[in-house]
């Protein structure tokens, strides 16, 4: 097994995205994590850009311990010695001296020849020597340059003392087979079994980042530079969490591994999303939200049965919560049954069934459930009452100005039937409509309303206690509506009344309509 070396470059490549720039504080507190996570050397910034960016080197330099300690400069005595001091207090420190490599950057950007550029490079690399023995080299944008000047130029840079020779993609244009067969080139023609790290410094434009890192270590390169949740220049860099964890999860194919603590990979990412404000979309591998939750049925029950049939690494591997089960307009029974009996509900099929219709019913309407809601959902109208009324329809008016005025239609033992009334307000009209069509008026003693979760998406609950003569019921409803939901409760009452579900007195539909009319 090799020992791949993870390059941090976050708090420099990844802070290069448009429109980030961390504090000292942030960036120390990032360089701390990324000691945590073990990484290997950590690029800490460029510190030719100013007086605050040479002061976050220092401070990281002078107060991260572990990792070696790199920073960035161009093919410029002054940018080579400001890397020097800001580094002079590491324990183990990298002068990482860059230059460019296309035809298009030496014409344009840095209008020089070929001869020149190696010229340049070869001094600048001995110059980079004297302040530190572990010099890195890069030629930006290898992948559109003339091979043969690469390789001259790696060569160049090998025998001016570069430990190691890093291989920017900087346009991310290469693809994994040409980048992993310039790899090998450059491993058997430039290295030549000489104590020199080939590292791969890959960019996302394509979306090939990570195969392209990939591509370089089975190719011969034992150096990835990459940044936590894939940031960078534009599309980004390769991602810190996605190779290190293709390593580990398919070590019998790299036959390599990386020193990183797994376990630390999801809280760093929390921690750069945070500071960047770069948000991790949902589906990133590893980091993001639903990398490790499962909303479809046939997933969730294969996952329920052994979680292997749909999970190739344990989350809490990365450092997060078990994978998570989404109750929504995909899953099925098994998750619904699953998620009850978490919550400690055994249901039989019949009551897992009439569950399952208002779980569907509902998730079609709100989007996915959390587990609160099913308990509230399982404990309101639908499972446990029979019933003698089901609510088929509900409209109602309300607003400031206008009477409040709601129309319910039931279905009943004598059939369908609908009820008009006006109330005080919505809940009060929907319940005056309800008694009319119910046939009996029970006092309501406690109303009842909440948000399951707390939010103003959750379900709402309601409670209602309705009585009637000496009999007590309770009832409740649940619903993304709460007049709805106070419908349901009502009518849960209603029916436990009418079926001698209730506290005391169990009496017949015929005795509870002729005792408790009220009209
Ligand atoms: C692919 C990469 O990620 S490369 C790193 C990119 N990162 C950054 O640029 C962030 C930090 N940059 C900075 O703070 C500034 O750009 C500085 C301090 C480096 C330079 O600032 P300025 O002097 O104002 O120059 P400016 O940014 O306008 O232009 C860059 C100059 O560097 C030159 N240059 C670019 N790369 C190199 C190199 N590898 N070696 C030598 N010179 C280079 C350019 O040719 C240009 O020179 P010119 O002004 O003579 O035309
Ligand atoms: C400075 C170099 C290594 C770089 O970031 C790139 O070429 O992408
Ligand atoms: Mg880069």
Redesign the pocket.
């Known amino acids: 097994m090799r020992h791949i070396r993870i390059f941090d470059t976050t708090l420099?490549?990844g802070e290069?995205s448009p429109g980030v720039a961390l504090s000292l504080q942030q960036k120390l507190e990032i360089a701390h994590g990324l000691a945590r996570l073990n990484v290997d050397i950590i690029e800490a910034g460029?510190p030719?850009?100013?007086a605050s960016?040479f002061e976050c080197v220092s401070r990281i330099a002078a107060e991260v311990k572990g990792p070696v300690i790199c920073a960035?400069a161009?093919?410029?005595k002054l940018?080579i010695e400001r890397a020097a001091a800001a580094l002079e207090k590491a324990e183990k420190k990298r002068i990482h001296v860059?230059?460019?490599a296309s035809r298009v950057?030496l014409e344009y950007?840095?209008?020089k020849t070929p001869e020149e550029i190696l010229e340049?490079s070869d001094a600048m690399v001995r110059y980079a020597r004297q302040f530190t023995d572990d010099v890195e080299f890069s030629a930006?944008d290898v992948m559109r340059a003339d091979i043969d000047f690469v390789l001259r130029l790696y060569e160049a840079a090998i025998n001016a003392g570069a430990t190691t020779i890093n291989i920017?993609d900087?346009t991310g244009y290469g693809t994994p087979q040409e980048y992993g067969a310039l790899i090998r080139r450059i491993h058997e023609e430039v290295v030549r079994g000489r104590d020199v790290h080939i590292s791969a410094h890959c960019h996302d434009d394509l979306g090939m980042a990570t195969a392209n890192s990939l591509a370089a270590v089975e190719n011969g390169a034992t150096q990835i530079e990459c940044t936590i949740n894939g940031i960078g220049?534009r599309a980004g860099n390769t991602s810190l969490e996605e190779v290190v964890m293709a390593l580990y999860v398919r070590r019998d194919h790299y036959k390599a591994y990386t020193q990183i603590n797994t376990r630390e990979l999801y809280r760093m990412s929390r921690m750069v999303e945070r500071y960047t404000g770069m948000v991790v979309p949902p589906n990133k591998a590893i980091v993001g939200d639903n990398a490790f939750a499962h909303e479809s049925g046939i997933h969730q029950d294969g996952v329920i049965k052994n979680k292997e049939t749909y999970e190739i690494m344990n989350a809490e591997l990365v450092g997060r919560q078990p994978a998570v089960l989404v109750l929504g307009k995909h899953s099925g029974r098994a998750a619904v049954k699953k998620a009850l009996a978490d919550l400690g509900y055994k249901l039989d099929d019949a009551q897992l069934g009439a569950v399952f219709a208002r779980f569907r019913e509902i998730v079609e309407r709100k989007g996915p459930i959390e587990a609160e809601e099913l308990r509230a959902l399982v404990e309101s109208e639908s499972v446990s009452t029979p019933h003698l009324f089901r609510l088929e329809r509900l409209q109602f008016f309300s607003g400031y100005g206008m009477l409040p005025t709601a129309t319910v239609s039931l279905e009943t033992p004598k059939g369908l039937v609908t009820t008009t009334a006006i109330g005080d307000g919505p809940v009060d009209a929907v319940y005056k409509a309800l008694s009319e069509a119910i046939g009996f008026k029970p006092e309501l003693e406690l109303y009842r309303v909440e948000a399951v979760t707390g939010t103003t998406e959750a379900l709402g609950e309601v409670t209602v206690k309705l009585k009637l003569g000496e009999v007590l019921a309770t009832g409740h409803g649940v619903s993304p509506d709460i007049i709805e939901a106070s419908a349901r409760a009502y009518l849960d009452a209603a029916n436990k009344l009418a079926t001698g579900q209730s506290a005391r007195h169990p009496k017949s539909l015929e005795e509870v309509q002729r005792s408790g009319l009220g009209k």
């Open positions: 420099r490549d290069q460029f030719v850009n100013g960016e960035l161009r093919t410029h940018d860059f230059t460019s950057h950007m840095l209008r340049i930006q920017p900087t220049e």
